[in-house]
């Protein structure tokens, strides 16, 4: 295993920054709470919200202790909602079956998510789970717009192939964990990350590639694996942040 730093200068670049542009426009419409009304568990069954509406794409969804039954984000259900909230009071699971992006924050304090193998998309809002238990297979969940992750208080269950995705349109991202997270993290083009102290990740061999224009860039307070051929944009270690290699790891000092 080995570490290479590589430093080289480059005169006269031009650094075009687009971000609103990959906004979803959708505003927000209204906070549906989850009463589980309906003579079945699914999102698509309006009878299952208070006030007898389905979500749409501009909702906010509620969980909390107005109904405990459990709930399936089932096909007909929305693809994209505005936010997600699953409160203390809400004990029962939630699963979820197709693909889905929120638009802004999924904060969890109890209950259970079931993600089963569905890709789950934050757009401009983080991912904080500070209660319950979240169960992941294989899939992705993509944070899109330098928001952060922070599992620390509950159960997270993520299978190996869990890919925690932090694609280069913003950087700023941080990730909180208690002890080893079981997925894999990706982050890729300028992207920038801090992992938490007392976390734990093991990163994807493709981030970054050599030859390219840009790189990910990583703060470590915990502990970070790198796997092989991995080329980095800038590397800060702070005090009892750690790093292993599993190959040779690639430092490019732009």
């Known amino acids: 295993m080995a570490l290479v730093v590589v ?130 297979g294989a899939g992705t969940t993509a944070f899109m717009n330098g928001q952060s992750f922070n599992s620390t208080g509950s159960t997270y269950n993520a299978s190996s192939t869990r890919v925690m995705q932090f694609p280069d349109i913003y950087s700023g991202s941080v990730f909180t964990c208690t002890g080893t997270f079981p997925g894999t993290v990706s982050v890729t083009g300028n992207g920038g990350l801090t992992v938490g102290a007392g976390c734990t990740i093991n990163t994807a061999d493709t981030t970054g590639t050599a030859g390219g224009g840009t790189h990910p860039v990583f703060a470590v307070n915990g502990t970070v694996h790198f796997g092989t051929t991995v080329v980095l944009g800038g590397l800060t270690i702070n005090n009892g942040g750690t790093v292993t290699t599993s190959g040779t790891t690639h430092v490019v000092l732009w």
């Not at 990959?22 to 699914?42: D, E, F, R, V």
Request: hydrophobic share 40%; net charge negative.
């Open 7 to 136: 430093a080289r200068l480059l005169l006269g670049a031009v650094l075009l920054v687009l971000s609103a542009a990959y906004m979803p426009s959708a505003a927000h419409a209204a906070t549906i709470t989850w009463g589980g009304g309906g003579a079945t568990k699914n999102w698509s069954d309006c009878a299952n919200w208070v006030g007898g509406s389905c979500p749409g794409s501009g909702d906010s969804v509620v969980f909390n202790n107005t109904s405990t039954k459990d709930s399936i984000i089932d096909s007909s259900a929305p693809s994209t909602i505005y936010g997600f909230s699953i409160n203390t009071g809400y004990t029962g699971t939630i699963v979820q079956q197709r693909d889905m992006t929120i638009n802004t924050s999924f904060t969890q304090a109890a209950g259970t998510f079931d993600q089963g193998t569905s890709g789950l998309t934050m757009w401009s809002g983080s991912l904080i789970v500070s209660g319950g238990v979240v169960n992941a």
